[in-house]
C-alpha cells in the first residue's frame, strides 16, 4: 500500500546516489565532484544538477528544476507504481546494507567488552603461569 510515510521515506531515506547505482545505465549520466553528486538533469540535459545531502533532494543550477527519487524514476520511464515498488525494494536493500556495514564498523564494542570481562582471567592466569617467565609477559601483554 502507497502511503503518505512510505513516499516521504523513499524520498528522504534512499540517497539518491543508491538509486542511480540502482538504475545503472538507465540513470542519466552522473559523477561525484569534490565529494558532491552531480548528474545530468533530465530536463534541460545540462551536468547542472546536484543532490543536496542535507535534503536528499537534487536541484538543477541550470533550468532550477528540483528532483528527488520518485520524479527521477519518472523521468526514467518508469509508471508512478512501478516506481515507488521498485524504490521501496532498493530501500530495503540499502538499509540492510548500512545495518551489515555499521555491524563490520563497530567490532571495537564487544573486543572491549570481552577485553574487561577477561580481566579477572588475566590475573588468575598470572599466578597461574608465573614462573614461566616469558609466557606471562605475552599473556599480560594480550590482555
Ligand atoms: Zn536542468
Given at each position: 500500500m502507497v502511503t503518505r510515510d512510505l513516499l516521504r521515506s523513499?524520498?528522504?531515506?534512499?540517497p539518491m546516489p543508491?538509486?542511480?547505482r540502482q538504475l545503472?545505465?538507465?540513470?542519466?549520466?552522473?559523477?561525484?565532484?569534490?565529494g558532491r553528486f552531480r548528474f545530468q538533469c533530465p530536463n534541460c540535459k545540462e551536468i547542472l544538477a546536484a543532490?543536496?545531502?542535507?535534503?536528499?533532494?537534487g536541484h538543477c543550477f541550470h533550468c532550477k528544476m528540483?528532483?528527488?527519487?520518485?520524479?527521477?524514476m519518472l523521468q526514467c520511464g518508469y509508471g508512478f507504481v512501478d516506481a515507488v515498488v521498485l524504490?521501496?525494494?532498493?530501500?530495503?536493500?540499502?538499509?540492510?546494507?548500512?545495518?551489515?556495514?555499521?555491524t563490520t564498523l563497530?567490532?571495537?564494542?564487544?573486543?572491549?567488552?570481552?577485553?574487561?570481562?577477561?580481566e579477572p582471567?588475566?590475573?588468575?592466569l598470572r599466578q597461574e603461569f608465573e614462573n614461566h617467565g616469558p609466557q606471562a609477559d605475552e599473556l599480560t601483554g594480550t590482555l
Open positions: 523513499l524520498r528522504n531515506d534512499l543508491f538509486t542511480f545503472g545505465k538507465k540513470a542519466p549520466h552522473s559523477k561525484f565532484v569534490e543532490v543536496n545531502p542535507r535534503n536528499n533532494l528540483n528532483i528527488n527519487n520518485i520524479d527521477l524504490l521501496e525494494q532498493w530501500l530495503r536493500a540499502y538499509n540492510s546494507e548500512t545495518a551489515s556495514r555499521k563497530h567490532p571495537a564494542k564487544p573486543v572491549e567488552k570481552a577485553g574487561q570481562g577477561a582471567i588475566g590475573s588468575i
